[in-house]
């Protein structure tokens, strides 16, 4: 059974870095790209940018590009989002998922991890 | 980068009615166009890829149809576990998009 375990919520302050994580289990991670998906309070879902651990390939939505890191580590089937410099604005749900062996599409998704921006 | 836009942004149903819902697109992505499910609380569900194939487990109520720019999810018959928000996305272009949400609640 395909499974993705997220890191627990997080409160923190402007200008703290943060690394939210997300382990895979149920299939062999380096054969799929892993993805983040952000969703802010009352808005739409977004594409933040995609990894493919086997090759070390990752690719951005332009409006994510150097305001994240995706990473991930193929030994511990696990994915990571960071940021260097948190603002108020990445207050948001963060959901990690599986992309479809095919298509942009996510098949499998994890239950999401709040992160909450605060002075 | 494509912008998709579903309407209504809420639509009333009684259980066992039919429920269609709406996503366009600003410009053409043929059929690469996906439904996800998202119940409160829960991550999103993928229920159709390429505008009208069911993904795995999803039951035969749910449909898909359209192409180009306009595209329709139809629940045939809504149970009481279809009551949720529904997103469509595309995936023609790079970034794959979003649009923002229909919420199908209970009449």
């Known amino acids: 059974e395909v499974q993705l375990v997220q890191s627990g919520a997080e409160v923190k302050k402007p200008g703290e870095s943060l690394e939210i994580s997300c382990k895979a289990s149920g299939y062999r991670f380096s054969d799929y790209w892993i993805g983040w998906v952000r969703r802010m309070p009352g808005k739409g879902l977004e594409w933040m940018g995609i990894i493919y651990s086997g090759e070390s390939d990752t690719r951005y939505n332009p409006s994510f590009q150097g305001q994240v890191t995706i990473s991930a580590d193929q030994s511990i089937s696990t994915a990571y989002l960071q940021w260097s410099s948190l603002k108020a604005s990445d207050t948001a749900i963060y959901f990690c998922?599986?992309?479809?062996?095919?298509?942009?599409?996510?098949?499998?998704w994890g239950p999401g991890t709040m992160v909450t921006v605060s002075s | 980068e494509i912008v998709m836009t579903q309407s209504p942004v809420t639509l009333s149903v009684s259980p066992g009615e039919r429920a269609t819902l709406s996503c366009r697109a600003s410009q053409s992505v043929s059929s690469y166009l996906a439904w996800y499910q998202q119940k409160p609380g829960q991550a999103p569900r993928l229920l159709i890829y390429?505008?009208?194939t069911r993904a795995t487990g999803v039951p035969a109520r749910f449909s898909g149809s359209g192409s180009g720019t306009e595209f329709t999810l139809t629940i045939s018959s809504l149970q009481s576990e279809d009551f949720a928000v529904y997103h469509c996305q595309q995936y023609n272009n790079w970034p794959p998009t979003f649009g923002g949400g229909t919420k199908v609640d209970i009449k």
């Open positions: 998922a599986r992309r479809d062996v095919n298509w942009n599409v996510f098949d499998y």
């Open positions: 390429g505008a009208s």
